[in-house]
Protein backbone atom coordinates (compact mmCIF):
# COMPACT_ATOMS: atom_id res chain seq x y z
CA UNK A 1 0.00 0.00 0.00
CA UNK A 2 2.74 2.51 1.17
CA UNK A 3 4.36 1.36 -2.49
CA UNK A 4 1.52 2.37 -4.25
CA UNK A 5 0.78 5.87 -2.56
CA UNK A 6 4.73 6.45 -3.14
CA UNK A 7 4.33 5.50 -7.06
CA UNK A 8 1.35 8.08 -7.03
CA UNK A 9 2.76 10.72 -4.77
CA UNK A 10 5.77 10.48 -7.31
CA UNK A 11 3.87 10.47 -10.57
CA UNK A 12 2.11 13.71 -9.63
CA UNK A 13 5.54 15.59 -8.62
CA UNK A 14 6.82 14.21 -12.14
CA UNK A 15 3.18 16.12 -13.62
CA UNK A 16 3.92 19.05 -11.67
CA UNK A 17 7.20 18.82 -12.84
CA UNK A 18 6.48 18.77 -16.63
CA UNK A 19 3.39 21.49 -16.41
CA UNK A 20 5.79 23.94 -14.55
CA UNK A 21 8.61 23.40 -17.54
CA UNK A 22 6.11 23.86 -19.77
CA UNK A 23 4.77 27.44 -18.56
CA UNK A 24 7.99 28.43 -18.21
CA UNK A 25 9.09 27.08 -21.65
CA UNK A 26 6.02 28.71 -22.97
CA UNK A 27 6.65 32.00 -21.17
CA UNK A 28 10.21 32.36 -22.21
CA UNK A 29 8.87 32.19 -25.64
CA UNK A 30 7.19 35.27 -25.24
CA UNK A 31 10.59 36.98 -24.23
CA UNK A 32 12.44 36.27 -26.92
CA UNK A 33 11.25 38.83 -28.96
CA UNK A 34 12.06 41.54 -26.27
CA UNK A 35 15.39 39.77 -25.10
CA UNK A 36 16.21 40.12 -29.22
CA UNK A 37 15.14 43.83 -29.00
CA UNK A 38 17.35 44.38 -26.10
CA UNK A 39 20.05 43.00 -27.52
CA UNK A 40 20.14 44.55 -30.44
CA UNK A 41 19.10 48.32 -28.68
CA UNK A 42 22.78 47.50 -27.18
CA UNK A 43 25.11 46.50 -30.31
CA UNK A 44 27.65 48.84 -31.72
CA UNK A 45 26.65 49.16 -35.34
CA UNK A 46 29.21 47.41 -37.06
CA UNK A 47 27.37 43.83 -34.27
CA UNK A 48 23.88 45.31 -35.71
CA UNK A 49 24.79 44.76 -39.11
CA UNK A 50 27.01 41.62 -38.93
CA UNK A 51 26.09 38.71 -40.42
CA UNK A 52 26.69 36.72 -37.56
CA UNK A 53 24.09 36.91 -35.41
CA UNK A 54 24.91 37.80 -31.59
CA UNK A 55 22.36 37.65 -28.97
CA UNK A 56 25.27 38.62 -26.24
CA UNK A 57 27.43 41.18 -28.19
CA UNK A 58 31.29 41.70 -27.35
CA UNK A 59 30.54 45.15 -26.82
CA UNK A 60 27.60 46.83 -25.71
CA UNK A 61 26.86 50.96 -26.30
CA UNK A 62 24.09 53.16 -25.10
CA UNK A 63 24.66 55.65 -28.01
CA UNK A 64 21.39 54.80 -29.77
CA UNK A 65 19.27 55.98 -26.51
CA UNK A 66 21.66 58.65 -26.55
CA UNK A 67 21.07 59.39 -30.50
CA UNK A 68 17.25 59.10 -30.50
CA UNK A 69 16.72 60.89 -26.96
CA UNK A 70 18.70 63.82 -28.26
CA UNK A 71 17.55 63.60 -32.55
CA UNK A 72 13.58 62.81 -31.93
CA UNK A 73 11.37 64.53 -29.05
CA UNK A 74 10.99 61.13 -27.28
CA UNK A 75 9.72 62.66 -23.96
CA UNK A 76 7.07 64.80 -25.65
CA UNK A 77 5.94 61.54 -27.39
CA UNK A 78 6.04 60.19 -24.52
CA UNK A 79 3.87 62.43 -22.70
CA UNK A 80 1.42 63.14 -25.58
CA UNK A 81 0.96 58.87 -25.09
CA UNK A 82 0.81 59.06 -21.63
CA UNK A 83 -2.04 61.88 -21.65
CA UNK A 84 -4.16 60.06 -24.56
CA UNK A 85 -4.18 56.56 -22.71
CA UNK A 86 -4.51 57.90 -19.41
CA UNK A 87 -7.70 60.31 -20.38
CA UNK A 88 -9.02 57.79 -22.62
CA UNK A 89 -8.86 54.71 -19.84
CA UNK A 90 -10.41 56.83 -17.10
CA UNK A 91 -13.48 57.56 -19.43
CA UNK A 92 -13.92 54.42 -20.78
CA UNK A 93 -14.07 53.26 -16.80
CA UNK A 94 -16.33 55.94 -15.56
CA UNK A 95 -18.94 55.65 -18.83
CA UNK A 96 -18.57 52.10 -19.32
CA UNK A 97 -19.38 51.34 -15.76
CA UNK A 98 -22.48 53.91 -15.87
CA UNK A 99 -23.96 52.14 -18.83
CA UNK A 100 -22.90 48.37 -17.58
CA UNK A 101 -24.68 49.62 -13.95
CA UNK A 102 -27.49 51.45 -15.84
CA UNK A 103 -28.55 48.58 -17.93
CA UNK A 104 -28.27 46.17 -15.63
CA UNK A 105 -29.70 47.38 -12.03
CA UNK A 106 -31.37 49.98 -13.30
CA UNK A 107 -35.61 49.43 -14.81
CA UNK A 108 -36.19 51.64 -18.15
CA UNK A 109 -37.76 51.00 -21.36
CA UNK A 110 -35.58 49.55 -24.21
CA UNK A 111 -32.36 48.74 -22.38
CA UNK A 112 -32.32 45.40 -23.44
CA UNK A 113 -32.49 46.97 -27.41
CA UNK A 114 -29.55 49.48 -26.62
CA UNK A 115 -27.67 46.32 -25.22
CA UNK A 116 -27.59 44.51 -27.81
CA UNK A 117 -26.96 47.24 -30.20
CA UNK A 118 -23.64 47.67 -28.45
CA UNK A 119 -23.00 44.19 -28.54
CA UNK A 120 -23.67 44.30 -32.27
CA UNK A 121 -21.06 47.00 -32.73
CA UNK A 122 -18.39 44.01 -31.99
CA UNK A 123 -19.09 43.31 -35.58
CA UNK A 124 -18.12 46.57 -37.05
CA UNK A 125 -14.20 46.73 -37.82
CA UNK A 126 -12.92 50.31 -36.99
CA UNK A 127 -11.67 50.62 -39.98
CA UNK A 128 -15.29 50.98 -41.41
CA UNK A 129 -15.71 54.13 -39.38
CA UNK A 130 -12.43 56.08 -40.11
CA UNK A 131 -13.81 58.13 -42.90
CA UNK A 132 -17.20 59.50 -41.34
CA UNK A 133 -15.25 59.35 -37.84
CA UNK A 134 -12.57 61.38 -39.24
CA UNK A 135 -15.21 64.12 -41.07
CA UNK A 136 -16.86 64.44 -37.71
CA UNK A 137 -13.54 65.62 -36.37
CA UNK A 138 -12.21 67.95 -38.83
CA UNK A 139 -15.67 69.15 -38.75
CA UNK A 140 -15.39 70.32 -35.00
CA UNK A 141 -11.96 71.53 -35.94
CA UNK A 142 -9.65 68.76 -33.59
CA UNK A 143 -7.60 67.58 -36.35
CA UNK A 144 -3.92 67.26 -34.87
CA UNK A 145 -5.12 67.64 -31.47
CA UNK A 146 -5.55 65.11 -28.67
CA UNK A 147 -8.91 65.10 -28.32
CA UNK A 148 -9.26 63.57 -31.67
CA UNK A 149 -7.64 60.47 -30.38
CA UNK A 150 -9.21 60.39 -26.81
CA UNK A 151 -13.15 61.10 -27.89
CA UNK A 152 -13.97 58.62 -30.56
CA UNK A 153 -12.44 55.69 -28.28
CA UNK A 154 -14.16 56.99 -24.53
CA UNK A 155 -16.61 54.56 -24.59
CA UNK A 156 -15.62 51.08 -25.88
CA UNK A 157 -18.59 48.36 -26.21
CA UNK A 158 -16.13 45.34 -24.99
CA UNK A 159 -15.89 47.80 -21.80
CA UNK A 160 -19.60 47.65 -21.39
CA UNK A 161 -19.59 43.91 -21.98
CA UNK A 162 -17.51 43.05 -19.38
CA UNK A 163 -19.05 45.14 -16.46
CA UNK A 164 -22.44 44.06 -17.56
CA UNK A 165 -20.62 40.64 -16.49
CA UNK A 166 -19.55 41.62 -13.29
CA UNK A 167 -23.16 43.55 -12.39
CA UNK A 168 -25.19 40.79 -13.22
CA UNK A 169 -23.15 38.59 -10.69
CA UNK A 170 -23.32 41.22 -8.05
CA UNK A 171 -26.31 40.69 -5.83
CA UNK A 172 -29.86 42.96 -6.01
CA UNK A 173 -30.55 42.88 -1.93
CA UNK A 174 -27.08 44.93 -1.60
CA UNK A 175 -28.96 47.82 -3.87
CA UNK A 176 -32.30 47.43 -2.20
CA UNK A 177 -30.45 47.47 1.64
CA UNK A 178 -28.71 50.47 0.18
CA UNK A 179 -32.53 52.24 -1.58
CA UNK A 180 -33.73 51.30 2.45
CA UNK A 181 -30.88 53.40 4.04
CA UNK A 182 -31.47 56.34 2.04
CA UNK A 183 -29.36 55.90 -0.20
CA UNK A 184 -29.57 57.72 -4.01
CA UNK A 185 -29.12 55.84 -7.73
CA UNK A 186 -25.63 58.30 -7.97
CA UNK A 187 -24.46 57.27 -4.15
CA UNK A 188 -25.07 53.16 -4.80
CA UNK A 189 -22.79 53.55 -7.71
CA UNK A 190 -20.20 55.00 -6.85
CA UNK A 191 -20.23 54.01 -2.79
CA UNK A 192 -20.91 50.93 -3.28
CA UNK A 193 -21.31 49.10 -6.71
CA UNK A 194 -17.59 50.69 -7.95
CA UNK A 195 -15.80 49.54 -4.38
CA UNK A 196 -16.92 45.89 -5.23
CA UNK A 197 -15.34 45.91 -8.82
CA UNK A 198 -11.76 47.04 -8.20
CA UNK A 199 -11.11 43.44 -10.18
CA UNK A 200 -13.00 44.55 -13.43
CA UNK A 201 -12.01 47.91 -12.88
CA UNK A 202 -8.09 46.98 -12.94
CA UNK A 203 -8.15 44.82 -16.14
CA UNK A 204 -10.60 47.33 -18.04
CA UNK A 205 -7.96 49.53 -17.44
CA UNK A 206 -5.07 47.80 -18.75
CA UNK A 207 -6.63 46.70 -21.99
CA UNK A 208 -7.66 50.05 -22.48
CA UNK A 209 -4.37 51.45 -21.64
CA UNK A 210 -2.06 49.21 -23.45
CA UNK A 211 -4.95 49.10 -26.47
CA UNK A 212 -4.67 53.28 -26.50
CA UNK A 213 -0.54 53.22 -25.81
CA UNK A 214 -0.52 50.90 -28.98
CA UNK A 215 -3.05 52.89 -31.42
CA UNK A 216 -0.86 53.67 -34.57
CA UNK A 217 -3.16 53.96 -37.44
CA UNK A 218 -5.79 56.10 -36.08
CA UNK A 219 -3.12 58.70 -34.49
CA UNK A 220 -1.18 58.32 -38.07
CA UNK A 221 -4.58 60.30 -39.66
CA UNK A 222 -5.42 62.46 -37.23
CA UNK A 223 -2.22 63.79 -35.53
CA UNK A 224 -0.14 65.93 -38.38
CA UNK A 225 2.23 67.67 -36.60
CA UNK A 226 5.55 66.18 -35.35
CA UNK A 227 5.23 67.92 -31.96
CA UNK A 228 1.77 65.98 -31.88
CA UNK A 229 2.59 62.58 -32.38
CA UNK A 230 2.45 59.73 -29.77
CA UNK A 231 5.42 57.02 -29.60
CA UNK A 232 4.15 54.44 -32.11
CA UNK A 233 3.55 57.13 -34.56
CA UNK A 234 6.76 58.63 -34.06
CA UNK A 235 9.01 55.87 -33.96
CA UNK A 236 8.29 54.97 -37.43
CA UNK A 237 8.80 58.90 -38.39
CA UNK A 238 11.94 58.34 -36.55
CA UNK A 239 15.00 58.22 -38.54
CA UNK A 240 18.43 59.33 -37.20
CA UNK A 241 20.32 58.96 -40.03
CA UNK A 242 19.68 58.44 -44.12
CA UNK A 243 20.51 54.93 -43.32
CA UNK A 244 18.34 52.04 -41.33
CA UNK A 245 19.72 51.93 -38.05
CA UNK A 246 18.28 49.21 -36.35
CA UNK A 247 19.80 49.87 -32.66
CA UNK A 248 18.35 53.16 -33.16
CA UNK A 249 14.73 52.07 -33.80
CA UNK A 250 14.98 48.99 -31.23
CA UNK A 251 15.80 50.92 -28.51
CA UNK A 252 13.04 53.61 -29.23
CA UNK A 253 10.47 50.56 -29.46
CA UNK A 254 12.30 49.46 -26.22
CA UNK A 255 11.20 53.00 -24.85
CA UNK A 256 8.04 52.57 -25.77
CA UNK A 257 6.97 49.38 -24.54
CA UNK A 258 8.66 49.94 -20.83
CA UNK A 259 5.57 51.57 -19.77
CA UNK A 260 3.57 49.35 -20.52
CA UNK A 261 5.39 46.95 -18.10
CA UNK A 262 5.14 49.14 -14.90
CA UNK A 263 1.27 49.33 -15.87
CA UNK A 264 0.76 45.59 -15.82
CA UNK A 265 2.94 44.82 -12.83
CA UNK A 266 1.21 47.66 -10.58
CA UNK A 267 -2.21 45.82 -12.14
CA UNK A 268 -1.17 42.46 -12.44
CA UNK A 269 -2.62 41.59 -8.93
CA UNK A 270 -6.06 43.00 -9.94
CA UNK A 271 -6.74 41.99 -13.13
CA UNK A 272 -5.58 38.00 -11.28
CA UNK A 273 -8.58 38.96 -9.17
CA UNK A 274 -10.65 39.99 -11.82
CA UNK A 275 -10.15 36.43 -13.91
CA UNK A 276 -11.05 34.44 -10.49
CA UNK A 277 -13.91 36.15 -9.52
CA UNK A 278 -15.30 35.71 -13.31
CA UNK A 279 -14.54 32.12 -13.00
CA UNK A 280 -16.01 31.17 -9.76
CA UNK A 281 -19.38 33.13 -10.28
CA UNK A 282 -22.23 32.23 -12.56
Same mark, same amino acid.
Given at each position: ?????? =?????? =???????????? %?????????????????????????????????????????????????? +??????????? %????????????????????? *??? %??? +??????????????????????????????????????????????? &????????? *???????????? *? %?????????? +?????????????????????????????? &???????????????????????????????????????? +??????????????QMQGTTG
Amino acid at each position: MSTANG =RLIESK =RVRTAGLYAALY %GTAFLFLVPYIYMLSTSLKPERFAFSQQPYWIPPEFTFNWYTIILREAPM +IQWMVNTLIIA %GTTTLLVVILDSMIAFSLTKL *DWP %GKR +IIFTVIIASFMVPIYANMVPLYTIIADFGLVDSPLAVIMPFSAMPIG &VFLFTQFFQ *DLPDSIIEAAKI *D %GFSTFQIYTR +IVLPLMKPAIAALSLYTFVYTWNQFLWPLI &VLQGESSFTLPVGIVTMQPTQVFQPGAQMAGTLIAAAPLF +IVFLILQEHLVNAVQMQGTTG
